[in-house]
Structures are given as C-alpha cells and as structure tokens.
C-alpha cells in the first residue's frame, strides 16, 4: 500500500493522499446523524480531490512558471485549492437548503431510531396479491366503519333527544289545555245557569276589556 502522507520536496509542504482521508468515526454501536455523515461525506470528498491535484502534479503542468516563479506558483495553487473547496461547499449547501436535507435526514434518523424499539417484526409481502391488498385494506376499512358507527350512534343519542324535547312540548301543551279547561268549568259553577251564546259574546268581550282596564263604560246599553 502506498504511503498516506508524501512530502513536496519542492515546496515543504506535507500533503495527505487517498488512503489518508477517512470520514469521521464515532464511538463502537453509535449511530451518526445522517446529517453529519453528509458533511463527513463532502469533506473527504474534498481531500480526496485536492489529494488527486496535488501540488506535485500541479507544477508537472506548469514547469516553466514553476522554474521561474516557484512562490507564486505555490500562491496560485493555494488560491485555485481554496476557491475549489468554497465552491463545493457552496454547491452542497445551496442543494441542501433547495431540498430540505437537514430536516429530511433528521426524520429518517428518527424514523429508523423509533423503528428499533419494535419489537414485532416488519411486514413483508406474501408473494400473494391478494393476500396483500387484503392486509392492507381491511384495516383501513375497518376504521372507516368504526367511524360511521360512533357518528351514526352520535345522530341517534341527538334524535332521542330531540324526540324526548318534542314530547315534553305536546305534555305542556296538553297540561295548559287542562288547566284551562278546568277554569272554565270552575267559572260556569261559580255563575250558574249562565251558559254564553253567540248573543252574549260581545257583553262577555266588554266585561273582559272593562275588567282589564281597557274599556270604561257606565252604560251596560252600550255594549
């Protein structure tokens, strides 16, 4: 295996090669956010890619400017790796902000953190059509008719309300029947032999509104 790290004889510079770069590990059973793994991702990404245009290569393509201006050769080479690193990260961040990924990869944590708990095994399909539209369905189906039921058991719990509220209307409509029934027999026992006829509704009206302080009269005659 070749060496990870090789030294440029030229400019002292210590560079790390592809077998050097390695993403970040954490401690035996933990588990990385995916988040973290992305950006561990890019970086050794981005090793691996300034470690392929080292700087050996580089001067190799540019041996006469290297020859005659070996420090600002290095300067360029330095300016060239650093804008290619930002434009990179800039890239990745731009994907990552466009599509969400941070909270995306977060839920995915979750989701596979909460699936660990389960003790019960996934579901897998059967191979049976069937069988799998069935599984699928009638629970789905089930819910919907437990639905129905508690809202069809709610409509009837407010009919029989409804029906117990008409029913006490027509007793009290029946009861203020009675009660009035009773005061007229009172008032025909309490005048005896005076039944009213059609004659005698006009004094009964002007007895009434003269009881009732509307009419002042002094003459029965003008009735």
Known sequence: MAAARSVN????????????????????????????LLDTLVDTFLQKLVAAGSY????????HLYQLQPE???RIYDKLVTQLQTSVREEISEIKAEGNLEAVLSSLDKIVQEGKDRTEPAWRPSGIPEEDMRSALVPYFVQQRDALQRRVHRQEAENRQLAEAVLAGRGRVQELR?????RRQAWQVSVPGMVPGPRDRPLLLGLVLRGCGVLHVTDPQEL
């Open 9 to 36: 004889a030229e400019s002292g510079r210590e560079e790390e090669g592809p077998e050097g770069s390695c993403p970040e590990s954490g401690p035996p059973g933990a588990t990385i956010p995916r988040v973290k």
């Open 56 to 63: 050996q290569r580089f001067t190799d393509c540019y041996k």
């Open 72 to 74: 600002m050769t290095q």
């Open 178 to 182: 009675r009660q009035g029934g009773a």
